[in-house]
């Protein structure tokens, strides 16, 4: 059977929060960022391996009290320049160990709010799917472009069809890594296999599994995770 290896980017510095200390290991519900998406991924018990991709020389993560995390879960200091860099360092990394038909889940580590169900959910839709898939919501709001020479609308743009992509993203060890090899600066690893004229399959997210970019997100997660005892449940 094929195993499932989730991975969770967390190199970056967070410089849109406007914090010194990286986004990744800020206080949310008593517990860094981080710690929340790789507890709720390791609870699912389909996953095999949870890894978390740090900087080189990160000294954040030794610091941090990781008693409360599983055992299961491992850092690997293979973080680059980018998310996509990142990740396919872990994924060289992981040469060896990972087979060319084993899973590759790639989470958000700035999506604390992503829930065992949630997790669950991706697994069972996208089951044996050659390709892979991803969660992602369908576009309620009305999408503006902005002119070139200032905050003025250029035009609208119709949503049908439209969807934000969120994370986890799933696809096969062999595809991601051709993948992100042949389109180093995607977005995220759903645009590399895309490019490479595959259709990943599209499983429909929730509101709450938030990417914390700005200030203001890291209050509405925390109320999140408060409603919910502090967890991901």
Partial sequence: MPRIFALVPAAGQGSRMGEALPKQYLALAGRPMLFHCLSALAAVARIDHVIAILAPGDRHWEAQDRGALP????ALYAGGASRGESVANALSRLEG??????????HDAARPCITPPLVERLLDEVGDDPVGGLLAIPLADT???????????AGTIPRDGLWRAQTPQMFRYGLLRRALAGM???TDESQAV???????????GEDENLKVTFAGDLALAEMILARRGGGAT
Avoid at 143 to 153: I, M, Q, S, Y
């Fill in 97 to 106: 160990r990972a087979r060319g038909e084993d899973w590759v889940l790639v």
């Fill in 194 to 204: 895309e490019a490479l004229g595959q259709v990943p399959r599209i499983v429909r």
């Fill in 143 to 153: 999408l503006k472009r902005a002119r070139e020479d200032g905050p003025r609308v």
């Fill in 184 to 186: 180093p600066e995607a």
């Fill in 71 to 74: 055992g299961r879960i491992e």
